[in-house]
């Protein structure tokens, strides 16, 4: 039973139970050579239903098979937190999950009366540690570890928990922090650890869904002994922000809290800043125009994106002229958040004003709508569409004037035939700033229209097109921008 089957045999179940009793027998019965090839084999195979025989083992008093006993049970521990991870995350075979939570239970009960013995004070260590790996905050198991067992056995535990970088044990002292009246060394942890392990870890769940006693354990910390500036700025730049977030849930005093927040909002991420922009408000113009201006020469992306956004709500001077350039940047967040901040220039607002323009004004305001609004072409068409007849002719007006006649060329040129006359004019007026092909044929169709006006009209356009675009075949260049009205006429 101790030739390992072909891993593309399946193992009856009966001969599998026997393979795990030969696994054990070798173990506990068998010389040296056979406990050390039952070690390999359960290392190999992933038997973590051997830990109590592997560690019974590793009191053997030949020190090599004692010491490959004592590697087989850290791997095993490590397999079996893996494996009670994933029973915890889905829905596999039930019997093979209770199988596993037997061996669970097995191992957690001989890693705790290892504990117990006195004789046993060199897997002391051992068996702390793979307890808390294996274990629960509520575990019974952990509860006399932390709690009650021997003075020794709990200074162990607790050196183990503000020292020890292994993945399972930082997810078990984050995970402490989140139950009523934790162990004080889930508390101390978070006060001394300076282990960059440790603070990713509690930054990724400072940011994450967390329970209530999470916040509470927080608030109980007063002091955070790695939360300086030489340490933030090298860590990455979102759990800067979750910096900000934790900051706000200890219980720092007001003056240590005022200092990082004000270094934050002057050398930290894009995002963490936008989390403490309210520390701008308690600083006077000139150190707010300073810490933003700083933001917009970053080379931090994000940090000038955040800058950007600071521009018009601390009212820096030239504010939305320095928007409209920051509109041409090379960066989309820092475009993004010029729109953002000039998203009250809108095609609604221009609809309302852009007849007490003039055309030259019109025309600029036109083009800067489009850098704010990629799709303000795709609203203007629903406003052409709109059944309100005098919204749909405000519309062809303000396509015109804006200069944005070609972005709903399709609508106007259907408008062209509307039944309304005054429509129908109003489009032939605006066609003239569109030098393209459909809009000379449209134009020259409606010279024939039955209304004089709008067969003036058509002729004028014609002109003004003739002079921009001089044409002598309908196969002429069309221009590649549209033609401000200003300079058409």
């Not at 704010?372 to 919204?391: C, K, S």
Request: aromatic letters at 4%; one cysteine or more.
């Amino acid at each position: 039973w101790l030739v390992r089957q072909p891993a593309d045999r399946r193992t009856p179940p009966s001969e599998l139970s026997s393979y795990a009793a030969a696994l054990d027998a070798c173990l506990l019965r068998g010389g040296p050579e056979e406990r050390r090839i039952a070690l390999e084999l359960a290392r190999t195979d992933g038997e973590c239903g051997r830990i109590p025989s592997a560690l019974a083992v590793a009191e053997d008093d030949d020190e090599e098979v004692a010491t490959l006993a004592r590697e087989t049970v850290v791997e095993l521990v490590d397999s079996m937190r893996l494996l009670r991870d994933e029973d915890r995350a889905s829905r596999g075979n039930g019997n093979r999950r209770n199988a596993r939570r037997a061996d669970l239970g097995r191992a957690l009960g001989a890693l705790l009366q290892t504990t117990r013995r006195r004789d046993a004070e060199p897997l002391h260590e051992l068996a702390a540690r793979s307890i808390l790996l294996l274990g629960t905050p509520k575990s019974p198991e952990v509860r006399e570890l932390l709690w009650t067992a021997a003075p020794p056995v709990r200074k162990l535990a607790t050196e183990i928990l503000l020292s020890d970088e292994h993945p399972g044990i930082l997810s078990f002292v984050i995970d402490m922090l989140g139950v009523p009246y934790p162990h004080p060394a889930a508390l101390e942890a978070l006060r001394s650890r300076e282990d960059r392990p440790f603070v990713e870890a509690l930054l990724e769940h400072v940011v994450g869904d967390e329970p209530p006693a999470f916040g509470e354990n927080l608030h109980q910390v007063d002091e955070i002994r790695w939360l300086t500036p030489d340490y933030v700025r090298d860590l990455p730049d979102d759990l800067q922000a979750a910096c900000v977030q934790l900051v706000e849930k200890v219980d720092l005093d007001d003056a240590a809290r005022d200092r990082f927040l004000d270094w934050v909002v002057r050398h930290g991420s894009g995002e963490a800043r936008r989390l403490a922009t309210d520390r701008l408000a308690r600083m006077d113009d000139a150190e707010v125009s300073a810490v933003v201006e700083d933001g917009l020469g970053a080379e931090n992306v994000g940090v000038q994106a955040w800058a950007t956004s600071q521009l018009r709500s601390r009212a820096v001077p030239d504010a939305v002229p320095r928007l409209v350039e920051r509109l041409e940047s090379p960066l989309e967040p820092v475009r993004a958040a010029a729109r953002r901040e000039l998203g009250d220039f809108d095609l609604a607002t221009l609809l309302k004003v852009h007849d007490q323009l003039t055309n030259q004004r019109a025309w600029l305001a036109g083009r800067l709508l489009e850098k704010i609004n990629p799709d303000v072409g795709a609203e203007l068409a629903e406003e052409l569409e709109h059944p309100h007849h005098r919204r749909r002719l405000n519309a062809v007006r303000a396509a015109g004037r804006l200069g944005l006649g070609r972005a709903v060329l399709p609508q106007l040129l259907s408008a062209a035939e509307h039944d309304d006359p005054l429509i129908r004019r109003t489009v032939a007026e605006c066609l003239a700033t569109i030098p393209a092909d459909e809009v000379f044929h449209a134009l020259r169709r409606m010279l024939h229209d039955e209304h004089h006006r709008v067969r003036e009209s058509a002729r004028q356009s014609l002109a003004l097109l003739s002079e921009v675009s001089p044409r002598t075949s309908s196969d002429s260049p069309v221009p590649a921008e549209p033609v401000p009205a200003e300079a058409a006429t």
